[in-house]
């Protein structure tokens, strides 16, 4: 069974259909700070190589030796996003420590940049690397320099160490159950390992064999 529809209703929805989405992008324009087509061009172009080149060496090492100029231009992005906006949100933004942040964030950059290329030239000597081996700009992944650098802290560092109580000691209590003696024939999988650290805690259980 069928049902008719008014028409003028019709007419009224697919007036609303075309004129309210339009009406919301005028509004955006209008209240949002402007927003540069070199990032909106930076950002669909990140979007695209992410879906089209998978995890690699090849994208490890560009990853990490464009960290520090990548970092950097995302905080320009975040700068000249905060000058333009309005006087009384800028004022509201110095109130809250806004600008410190960023400046405490550039620090960060270049404390994480020394990090990342000190990996960088321990990976091109290990792997026997040549200058300009890897020099696909466009496969890079700060998300994943990001993360590593986090396991760097929690794993291996000093301020880390409340951390690994809280997460790896559980672990660690629970194992220590097993007798020495039936350790050797057991296997340990450490998913999500991090880097490594509560696996190396795991396989310093074993030494007590030797």
Known sequence: MTKSVPYNLSVLDFILAVLFPLLLTLVGCRLLPPFPWSDIRHLLTGLRIRRAHPFSLNRAYNSYSQYGSLARQEVAIMERSYSTIERAHKHLGFRIGYPRKLGRLREAIEMNTTITEAVVKLASRELSLEDGSFCDTNQVDLGRV??????????WSQEGAREREKIFQPIIRVLERVPVAERAKMKVLVPGSGLGRLAWEISQLGKSLV
Not at 146 to 155: A, G, P, Q, T
């Open 146 to 155: 990001r993360e590593s650098l986090k396991h760097f802290v929690r794993d």
